[in-house]
């Protein structure tokens, strides 16, 4: 009887840090990621999109009702639970004009628009 015990005993403690490795590891391959975003171009831009690569829809607009004047720069959050870092962009100005770009955000980095 005490050597099945200590078999089940084993077996649990072996069992349980394995599955708290698990769920650390896929908390951190969906954590959202910030970078900043610089307008550099002329125009004032009114949208901005992202996406991941493999997705094929853009998101809803990030900056909403906001813009971004020539020169600002702004904080963007991705919250799309994706363990990818590489997403497409698409700005859009107010002189119409649409801007598409891509890039690697890991978090921290800098995205800049030029005319």
């Given amino acids: 009887m005490i050597r099945s015990l200590t078999r089940v005993a084993l077996v649990a403690a072996i069992a349980i840090p394995s599955l708290g490795l698990s769920?650390?590891?896929?908390?951190?391959?969906?954590?959202?990621?910030?970078?900043?975003?610089?307008n550099g171009t002329t125009s004032t831009m009114t949208h901005f999109y992202s996406s991941p690569t493999t997705d094929t829809h853009w998101g809803e607009d990030i900056l909403d009702q906001d813009v971004l004047y020539s020169g600002e720069s702004a904080t963007i959050t991705?919250?799309?639970?994706?363990?990818?870092?590489?997403?497409?962009?698409?700005?859009?100005?107010?002189?119409?004009t649409e801007s598409l770009g891509s890039g690697t955000i890991c978090g921290g980095e800098t995205y800049t628009y030029t005319d």
């Avoid at 650390?24 to 900043?36: D, L, N, Y």
């Avoid at 991705?78 to 119409?96: L, R, T």
Wanted: with cysteine; charged share 30%; hydrophobic share 35%.
């Fill in 23 to 38: 769920a650390s590891s896929a908390k951190a391959q969906t954590e959202s990621v910030s970078f900043t975003l610089v």
């Fill in 78 to 96: 991705i919250d799309d639970g994706e363990d990818s870092c590489e997403y497409h962009f698409k700005a859009v100005f107010d002189d119409g």
